[in-house]
């Protein structure tokens, strides 16, 4: 079934005044923070509407689906990668994302070393939560990785992202933002000129506005935009 664009704009905007509203109250510039529109569970029809609500950025979870949705819509928008990357399919995307938000493993880092045909911007995914259910380096183990990637002249890191924990309400995320704006400012003083760390990924339609106070510069936003 296809979405009513009419939902779709007041959804994007309604978006936007939270995203404000959170900036101000974190004494933060709203324009610092740009939705990346989460599109798995959109129909690649439905893409032109966020198009005309004034999305600009889309990420998808799954690499067929990337592809699918690019060949069909790729001018419209820039594309990001923000699922699972496994290592044997970097090379379905390679060369066709402005930016990885999920990078965890040496060995995606190889495929992406080998097979991208210009250096790739890619986010460090880090499991600030400890939960065992989901991705991402530990944070003790994040400088270990940094070095690994160091050398690559293909792997750009420009900053992190994390998935916190299930939690009943946004607030209950909150601790695992903050742990990764602090990761962040620690890593950017330790690998200056090496790394960048000016990007934070954080936040899905559930507890984004509580990511926006806590530092987030892409939210990464799905359900929320479809409708007011």
Known sequence: MSRNPDDVKAGVAHTRERIAAAAARAGRDPGEIEIVAAVKYLAIEDLPLLHAAGIT????????????????YGELFTWDFIGHLQSRKVKEIAGRVSLIHSLFTESTAAQLESRSPA???????????GDPDKDGVAPNELDALLELLAPLTNV????????????????GSRAAFAALRDLAAQAAERWSGTHGFDRLSMGTSQDFEVAVEEGATLVRAGSVLLAP
Do not use: Y
Not at 57 to 72: C, S, W
Not at 119 to 129: H, I, K
Not at 156 to 171: C, I, K, S, W, Y
């Open 57 to 72: 950025r889309v990420g998808e979870n799954r690499t067929d689906q990337l592809v699918a949705k690019q060949d069909a």
């Open 156 to 171: 750009n890191v420009t900053g992190l992202m994390t998935m916190p924990a299930f939690a009943e309400d946004a607030e």
């Open 119 to 129: 250096p790739q911007d890619v986010l460090v995914e880090v499991n600030t939560a």
